[in-house]
């Protein structure tokens, strides 16, 4: 055999089974790999936004950590204002009560001076009599008497 020819035959053959892979065996396999890619394009692109949801999300956690220690700490403001203001009322209701207490017994105290006065008054005047009686040495009529009493109780 000639070796131009056997060289054109393989050229030929090998064109033909060129063209015959482009035309039949190439598109699938171009279709096929276009399709991994997309596949593998979307994958990337959900593991990007699943990354920047998890970002965001860590975000939102933590701005809400943020807000409840904050509203936490409003609440323990609040709470110990409360407190205070109440302490404060129970002070101011217990010296209520105190000066209450004092003016009550201030009351008694002056209730029972006028009572010993009057007791000593009328003791003073029953002294006053029997001295007087014993300076006279006679009775007294009990008309007098109770009018010279009345007399020296209001002197008193």
């Known amino acids: 055999m000639n070796l131009n020819a056997t060289l054109f035959v393989q050229a030929v053959a090998l064109f033909i089974a060129g063209w015959i892979t482009m035309k039949f065996f190439w598109p699938p396999l171009i279709r096929l790999l276009d399709e991994r890619r997309q596949k593998i394009a979307d994958g990337l692109a959900a593991a990007e936004q699943g990354s920047r949801?998890?970002?965001?999300?860590?975000r939102k956690a933590a701005q809400l950590d943020t807000d409840a220690r904050a509203r936490?700490?409003?609440?323990?403001?609040?709470?110990?204002?409360?407190?205070?203001?109440?302490?404060?009322?129970?002070k101011a209701q217990a010296k209520a009560e105190g000066e209450r207490l004092i003016e009550a017994a201030r009351t008694e105290a002056e209730q029972q001076v006028v009572r010993a006065k009057t007791v000593l008054r009328d003791e003073v005047a029953a002294l006053a009599v029997a001295g007087a009686e014993q300076i006279l040495k006679r009775e007294v009529d009990a008309r007098v008497h109770a009018e010279l009493l009345n007399q020296l109780k209001a002197k008193l």
């Open 53 to 58: 949801s998890l970002g965001e999300a860590q």
């Open 72 to 90: 936490a700490q409003t609440l323990i403001a609040e709470t110990e204002k409360r407190a205070l203001a109440i302490i404060d009322e129970a």
